[in-house]
């Protein structure tokens, strides 16, 4: 796997998002579909950056439920920074890369059914930490009620940032929807010709 530098993650959050320019359908659908994949990734390493920068300070004032919290929260930037590495792996080295209108097709389409599973487990967080305030099991109340608020506050902030770049997909795909339904059309015509594509 490809090291990424914090160059990319800067530059990723500064570039404009151009949704309502529409110049040549395919081209700028890559290219808005590659600047929102940056800036998720990017967004998404701000946020690990921002627990290491406030949870490890946290861990040496506080004691008590606090504590927990600081510490669930650490551990959530180490797997999300696990996941900003995986992300781009996956979609830049083994998804999006090449291809005819087809395979960029299909690659928004994974995308957005990832990210509506991580919507959903974005939920599921929320509910695990109102589940985890709850529990007393062997009198460690600071325990449960510290790692039960960093799970809500991680769902809470996930449910947010990946509903937020679905919207950003769903509409990117519909501002050249018309020209891929025209390219699916001219293939399911040919093929029923016997044309071999």
Aim: net charge neutral; with cysteine.
């Amino acid at each position: 796997m490809k090291w990424l530098s914090w160059r990319f993650f800067f530059k990723s959050l500064q570039e404009d998002l151009p949704l309502e320019e529409i110049v040549d359908e395919i081209r700028d659908f890559d290219e808005r579909f590659t600047i929102l994949l940056n800036k998720h990734i990017a967004v998404l390493a701000c946020w690990c950056l921002l627990h290491f920068l406030v949870g490890i300070p946290l861990l040496f004032l506080f004691k008590g439920w606090l504590w927990y919290f600081s510490l669930m929260n650490l551990s959530w930037a180490v797997i999300n920074f696990a996941i900003v590495f995986f992300l781009y792996d996956h979609i830049y080295r083994k998804r999006f890369v090449g291809g005819n209108v087809f395979k960029r097709f299909d690659t928004q389409q994974h995308v957005e059914k990832m990210l509506l599973l991580n919507i959903g487990l974005d939920i599921s967080y929320c509910f695990i930490g109102l589940y985890l305030n709850g529990l007393e099991l062997g009198g460690e109340v600071a325990l449960w009620k510290g790692f039960g608020y960093a799970f809500i506050l991680q769902g809470a902030y996930l449910l947010i940032h990946d509903f937020s770049f679905f919207l950003l997909h769903r509409y990117n795909i519909k501002q050249c929807k018309p020209f891929f339904e025209d390219v699916v059309e001219t293939q399911i015509a040919l093929r029923k010709q016997g044309v071999e594509l």
